[in-house]
């Protein structure tokens, strides 16, 4: 069965630079929720989409942006890249329209700023 | 906005005793779900509880929701080393994870 796939898996980027992440949700999955994990820390939610709506914004920063386009895929852009932005990003996606609202992780985009 | 606690944050066990972690809100939730992620990977899904007092088992894996629909409880019987990793509680819609229960087992 079809995961949830991110892309790149590794990305190295210096300070000030920018950097784009995508993910591709679970075919017919409309929801894509975007995490950062730093080392030894818990997935911190950055934001989430519906239906190519932004539908929760967690503690993402300013310098970052994202949208999901209408083949429900989404990218996280991130500007001015700083090296504390080092650190694992995941994509998860569901589908809360259905019963089971059961979210499926991507493999994650590892980050490094150097 | 809502969120929920866990507690203990850290559990190091000897293999083969058990294991509880709770998940707190102080709100009631519409529902609740679990995940687990093992050191170097990804997040993945165990389980959804919906009704007030449901009790799920997967093996060795019991969840619970309580009554007032505002805590839950993860316990596992008897652990084996396969259960390390972090255990996380978040309701289904908003999938905002509070800090989780690390799980180390001594084999």
């Known amino acids: 069965a079809a995961g949830v796939i991110q892309s790149p898996r590794h990305l190295i980027k210096e300070k000030r630079e920018t950097a784009t992440l995508k993910c591709y949700p679970i075919p017919r999955h409309d929801t894509v929720y975007w995490y950062q994990q730093g080392p030894g820390q818990d997935p911190q939610f950055l934001i989430s989409?519906?239906?190519?709506?932004?539908?929760d914004k967690g503690s993402i920063p300013d310098r970052f942006s994202a949208q999901q386009f209408s083949d429900y895929h989404s990218e996280l852009n991130m500007s001015s890249l700083e090296l504390g932005d080092s650190a694992l990003y995941f994509c998860?996606?569901?589908?809360?329209?259905?019963?089971?609202?059961?979210?499926?992780f991507g493999q994650g985009t590892r980050l490094t700023v150097v | 906005g809502q969120q929920v606690m866990q507690i203990p944050q850290y559990q190091h066990v000897q293999e083969g005793e058990d294991f509880t972690t709770y998940c707190n809100s102080s709100t009631t939730l519409s529902n609740i779900q679990w995940y687990k992620q093992r050191p170097g990977g990804h997040p993945v899904f165990l389980i959804q509880?919906?009704?007030?007092?449901e009790v799920k088992k997967q093996k060795r894996l019991t969840f619970q929701f309580g009554e007032a629909k505002k805590n839950s409880s993860l316990h596992i019987t008897a652990t084996q080393t396969t259960d390390v990793g972090t255990y996380f509680c978040s309701q289904a819609q908003k999938l905002v994870f509070g800090q989780g229960t690390r799980l180390t087992i001594n084999p």
């Open positions: 989409f519906y239906e190519k709506m932004q539908s």
């Open positions: 509880l919906v009704k007030s007092g």
């Open positions: 998860a996606s569901s589908s809360p329209g259905r019963t089971n609202t059961e979210a499926f």
